[in-house]
RNA sequence: GCCGACGUGGCUCAAUGGCAGAGCAGCUCACUUGUAAUGAGCAGGUUAUCGGUUCAAAUCCGAUCGUCGGCUCCA
């Protein structure tokens, strides 16, 4: 590595241990450094902060340390510029995070978007008045002596969860000092392009238990272009959210009669049952029977499954008869009695058995969002029974089907392992061999997966795959859980190779998640552009006028024969028009019929993609839509 | 549920205490159309709902419902 100093002069250096060495050089041992320099050809802004300790960090923009310490010391400057306009402020937390930062405070009055343009201008001077920003350490009584003296009690909180016999590092900036690991860039004015973005409440330490605080997210970058960008960048992904898509293309809608339960139109009710085909037939070909279990079932059935118990906040419920009832929040209890209702051998073994079920969960108001999270849903269920031997080639079964699902769309997705929670069930043996089956799994398979520790469902470990939405937040989606618990519950067996009663393992698991989510993530994924194959209209056939009606409409009948989801505007328009809306509708293939069309049998076609693609026949039309599969 | 913002014809938005408006969509008429908007006319509103302040409320205040951005929870 070679490192271009400002005076001009050049040092090679053999990886970024060296960086550290020349930072010391040139300080004599104890200062912090600003250099400008080429790193590996590329001229890059270095900074660097040397600590009583030497610990070093590396600040450039391009580096994701460098983006932290930008947007985290623009989370101090908000704290400093804050306490001096609301002095009677205590002050939470303030990391940084993708794409920003926040901070959390406590204020004595309310705080609305109004305050945050003060805040804002207030920050902006902060940076002109220009301070150096300086590192310092205490050890823990005197750090904790430090902040009461201050009357910050949740940094009191904060530090008395650190290890007692730590350094407490602080980081000062005029008169704001704050509780902090660092890194930080060199002086305030190093802040050149930031915005404060919304006020939102978050509970201290995230905790429903706890009061609730305001925290103000902004976001912060080196160039006030890049601000710009990162801003039109939002904006742009606005456009492809599917609640906006979702009623311009007329898919689905929520009214206000129904918060949370969606309603599908009926281009979105083609665009679901295609899934659902295309679902049904995978789901045969991997070895899959399919159910269907009613909505409600009484409360007897609850109680045996534990939801009565544990998740009735989320049941509705009803009397029937003076019995009561619930609607079903999840499809494996029904699945269970369905299993239960004849003796089942290990020859069978293992049963996979599917059911495209329609559940409700009453979902606190706040948490409603478009598609992504509704009242109401169809999760692609299926249920798998099987010995504990059988666990790892199933769920490898069932990973590689959501990899194909998920490949089939093109999505980049990521995958969770949780494994066992502190409520859990069952065990610690039963436990291990679970979650071990699942790992072995998804290493045989080779695939990346972060593991969350402690994030298991109560009664059993579970792999989960998450898709990103249009302004990248991501949802979980595909699920695949071992569950212990509910074939004990229901006391479901099987009649081993010994004649014995045994008790198969069970797995929850679903691909799409729920179809409406996917959906949801589908539209932003395809911008409501979708693959012909899904297409709710394939072709909308475009007559140039009235005269051509006719024929216009025999060619329609044609395409709906061969099974193509064709449409026609037959309005009195100019042909401009028509295509234009076709577009705005995104359809894939525009068909013109006119004189010449009429005359020649060829039709003049036009994508979504390209444009005017000259005269086809029918059966190059056909083709074309076919090879889209 | 909690914190903040918002709610005006089907849609997108205007009207900052003084007559509720525009564009698109819809309907009618004329034009009979050749690759992203033909022209003219008509109709469409209890300004989310309920209450209050005021001579006067879309506008100010309160409550309720809903939506949006977060938190918590979750497919």
Known sequence: MKIQLKDGSVRKYENLVSIFEVAKELSEGLARVACAGEVDGNIVDLRYILSKDCTLSILTFEDENGKLAFRHTTSHILAQAVKR????????????????????????????????????????????????????????????AFMQERGEKYKVELIEDLPEDEEISFYKQGEFVDLCAGPHLLSTKNVKAFKLTSVAGAYWRGSEKNKMLTRIYGTSFAKNSELEDYLTRIEEAKKRDHRKLGKEL???????????????????????????????????????????????????????????????????????????????PMNCPGGMLVYKSVPHSYKELPIRMGELGLVHRHEKSGALHGLMRVRCFTQDDAHIYMTK??????????????????????????????????????????????TAGLKRALDELQMNYVINEGDGAFYGPKIDFHLEDSIGRTWQCGTIQLDFQLPLRFEAEYIGADGEKHRPIMIHRVVFGSIERFIGILIEHYAGKFPVWLAPVQIKILPISEKFSAYSKDVLMKFKEKGIRCEMDERDEKIGYKIREAQLEKVPYMIILGEKEAQSGMFSVRSREQGDIGALSFESVIEHIESDK
């Not at 201008?121 to 050890?139: A, D, Y």
């Not at 918060?259 to 139109?265: A, C, K």
């Not at 995978?282 to 079932?297: K, N, Q």
């Open 85 to 144: 306009l609301y002095p009677n402020t205590k002050l939470a937390i303030g990391p940084a995070i993708k794409d920003g930062f926040y901070y959390d405070f406590d204020f004595e009055n309310t705080f609305t978007m109004e305050d945050l343009e003060v805040v804002e201008s207030e920050m902006k001077k902060i940076v002109k008045e220009n301070f150096e920003i300086h590192r310092f350490t205490l050890n823990r009584a005197d750090a904790i």
């Open 250 to 328: 007329g898919l689905f809608t929520i009214m206000d009669e129904g918060p949370g339960f969606p309603f599908f139109l009926p281009k979105g009710m083609t665009l679901k049952n295609l899934l659902i085909d295309y679902w049904r037939k995978l789901h045969e070909r991997e070895g899959y029977v399919e159910i269907s279990t009613p909505i409600m079932l009484n409360r007897e059935l609850w109680e045996t499954s534990g939801h009565w118990d544990h998740y009735k906040d989320n049941m509705y419920t009803t009397k029937i008869d003076g019995e009561d009832f619930a609607i079903k």
């Open 389 to 434: 031997e059988q666990i790892t080639d199933e769920i490898k079964g069932v990973v590689r089907l959501i990899d194909e699902v998920y490949s089939k769309f093109g999505f980049k997705y990521h995958v969770e392992l949780s494994t066992k929670p502190e409520n859990s069930i069952g065990s610690d043996e039963d436990w291990e061999i679970a």
